[in-house]
């Protein structure tokens, strides 16, 4: 417990320290730092990969992503893509007897979903930059104190277990209680950003309220999901943890496993249902 507490607070440092450049290039580089260790992790962790060609071209593209839609170099994304796809399969071609088809195409399928699901905290800065730090907080709150919620929920009335062959420590009266955490935490978050910028630079801010419940809840979900979906990959790969980076807490999957499927949610919903007037 105090590793996971040490490890904890070291990340909090970072993670506010990230926050505070929030609005330059560290931004993406945290990004694509995140992207780059979980691809390499589900990749080499897991055992689907084992071509160190194939990773370290599946890692340059993971790199580069969080980059795109900040530099708005014209059909970038297409073109860094596109060399990416000829590289892998053409490993494939040249080292036919070494790399198995199933690599690649794994290999592929990981580099082009995770750091483009993590890249949508980039998209949502560069898309929203008037209010795009409160949608990254929101990111953080779906993901993580969803989570704690769920596990002191869970630990304290969990009865009944939610899904026992995949986690078995998961229970529903947990899930309920990081539902109710996570739409208190959105309805906390978003009226101190609104104060702040009422009293701090004199903008006045309308919610939303019931939209944001609403995403607050089936964030929530969306979180539950993305934990559920990494922990299958752990027991179908025979695996504790996805890497030992965070003393305590395992690998960058492991505490990022939800956020990879909240973030992109949040960013999509966004498009259709504004929570800020």
Not at 244 to 261: E, N, Q, T, Y
């Amino acid at each position: 417990m105090k590793q996971r507490i040490i490890t904890a607070a070291v990340a909090l440092v970072i993670l506010f320290g990230v926050f505070v450049c929030y609005d330059t290039f560290v931004l993406n580089a945290a990004i694509s730092i995140i992207g780059a260790i979980a691809v390499f992790e589900l990749l080499h962790a897991t055992g689907y990969v084992k071509s160190k060609a194939i990773l370290v071209f599946s890692l340059g593209y993971a790199v580069v992503v969080p980059f795109f839609s900040t530099l708005k170099i014209h059909g970038m994304q297409v073109y860094v893509t596109i060399a990416y796809f000829i590289l892998i399969f053409g490993s494939l071609l040249i080292l036919h007897n070494e790399i198995r088809f199933e690599e690649v195409a794994i290999s592929f399928f990981i580099s082009l979903v995770v750091p483009t699901a993590f890249s949508s905290i980039v998209l949502m800065r560069d898309r929203y930059s008037r209010n795009g730090f409160l949608y990254i907080l929101l990111c953080c709150v779906a993901a993580w104190i969803s989570d704690s919620c769920a596990y002191f929920a869970g630990r304290a009335f969990g009865k009944h277990k939610m899904a026992p062959q995949i986690s078995p420590h998961k229970t529903i009266e947990g899930a309920i209680g990081g539902v109710a955490g996570c739409c208190v935490f959105f309805v906390l978050t978003c009226f101190i950003y609104q104060q702040y910028q009422a009293h701090v630079n004199g903008i006045f801010i309308r919610c939303s309220w019931g939209k944001i419940a609403l995403i607050a809840v089936f964030c929530s979900l969306v979180s539950i999901v993305g934990d559920l979906m990494a922990s299958v990959v752990k027991r179908q790969t025979g695996i504790k943890d996805f890497g030992k980076i965070m003393p305590g807490h395992g690998g960058i999957m492991d505490r990022f496993d939800s956020f990879l499927f909240v973030a992109p949610t949040i960013y999509l919903i966004l498009q259709y249902m504004p929570i800020l007037n």
